[in-house]
């Protein structure tokens, strides 16, 4: 199944991570850069549709700039960022040159994932480049992103990538050989993953122990992210980009990292959009008959089951439903905003129209912008 599914994915993200590809001390490691590029060029010859996301702006930053150590304040990351950035599509522009493939920068932010038709926008640009035969280098924007628009982590950029790619497959290219089974570090018969059927609460206390690289991500982070593509029916492998030869041997279905398989019944892109892409705005705690309605029986969620509206959100806002546990099993696009849902909470939609007024959705949130969280 592995095999197959690694043999037949077509159009693949690869996430390159900033330590195969620079260091502080040396700056951009050309050579690394250049056999990742022959790597690339090769699975492209097989066929394969390919979209990189790499790092490596800041740290070739810092060295260009000269800094002692990582910088702290934002507007000297944002500098070097911004040299590290064009740095580091030269060092593309020319390994992928000497194969005959032309590159193209894209940058992204939250933002511009957050807004549906800019979302979509980048989706018909990135097919556009992809049917002009062009390799697509997208990096975060890094220079004017601050904390608030920020996706934050490349892991998670790739994540957003592939499903706005529509991708076959994601593969995170780390220094590390994927995800095992205890400590390599620190037990020797710690064995490699090579498949995941299901990201449990049991394989996501295993990334504590699995992560041995510097970065802004980790293990958990592309756990995070191959949680999240899956959700979308598309697979993340994780490999170790250091070992010459290993991406092409395993897209052939040789042995070598672990992939987390996809399920099988995927949401919709919008419905993925709303769960994963949006940050929701507040939480709303639903009794257990608003509960079971959602989850078993279909429904929109009606004010007559909310109990609690926690956090400020105007109508359209993406929301959280928090059941009685207070655990959240459902996100959504909300009707009415968070104060008008204060008052109207509990009541029914006779008493809504008595005291409010006829309203222009008789649900707090419908159906077709709900989405039950699997787990
Ligand atoms: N966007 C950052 C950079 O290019 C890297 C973020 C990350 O590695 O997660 O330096």
């Given at each position: ?22 260091s ?19 699975l ?19 060295r ?15 500098a ?28 992204l ?10 979302f ?50 994601l ?18 018969s ?35 992210a ?26 052939g ?123």
């Amino acid at each position: 199944m592995r095999d197959k599914l690694l043999i037949q994915a077509k159009r693949i993200v690869i996430k390159i991570g900033s330590s195969l590809i620079a260091s502080r001390a040396e700056g951009l490691r050309p050579q690394q850069i250049e056999r990742l590029a022959d790597e690339i060029a090769a699975l492209r010859t097989d066929g394969r549709e390919i979209l990189m996301v790499s790092s490596g702006a800041i740290v070739s930053g810092i060295r260009k700039l000269q800094l002692k150590d990582y910088p702290k304040s934002l507007p000297v990351k944002q500098a070097a960022a911004a040299v590290g950035q064009s740095r580091l599509m030269w060092a593309y522009e020319k390994a992928f040159e000497r194969l005959n493939i032309q590159v193209a920068q894209i940058l992204l932010t939250h933002q511009d994932l957050a807004d549906r038709r800019r979302f979509l926008n980048a989706r018909h640009t990135l097919a556009a480049l992809i049917g002009f035969g062009i390799l697509p280098v997208i990096n975060e924007n890094d220079t004017v992103a601050v904390d608030e628009i920020r996706v934050g982590d490349n892991d998670t950029l790739a994540s957003e990538v592939a499903h706005l790619a529509d991708a076959d497959l994601l593969v995170i290219l780390s220094d590390v050989d994927g995800l095992y089974t205890e400590d390599p570090r620190k037990n020797q018969s710690a064995t490699l993953i090579p498949l995941i059927t299901e990201i449990t609460p049991d394989i996501e206390r295993l990334a504590g122990v699995s992560s041995t690289f510097e970065g802004t991500g980790g293990m958990a982070t592309k756990l995070r992210a191959a949680k999240k593509v899956g959700e979308y029916g598309i697979s993340t492998l994780i490999l170790n980009g250091e070992r010459a030869g290993l991406l092409p041997t395993v897209l052939g279905g040789g042995p070598g990292g672990s992939l987390f398989l996809a399920r099988e019944r995927r949401l919709n892109s919008r419905k993925h959009w709303i769960a994963f892409t949006l940050r929701s705005r507040g939480q709303i705690h639903l009794d257990q008959g608003a509960v079971d309605a959602l989850t078993n029986r279909g429904k929109s969620l009606l004010a007559s089951g909310v109990l609690r509206v926690m956090g400020s959100f105007e109508a359209g806002d993406p929301v959280s439903c928090v059941d009685t546990d207070g655990k959240e099993f459902a996100r959504g696009l909300v009707n009415v905003s968070s104060a008008l849902l204060r008052q109207m909470k509990g009541l029914k939609t006779a008493a809504i129209h008595e005291h409010f007024g006829p309203q222009e959705y008789e649900e707090v949130i419908h159906r077709d912008n709900l989405v039950i969280l699997s787990c």
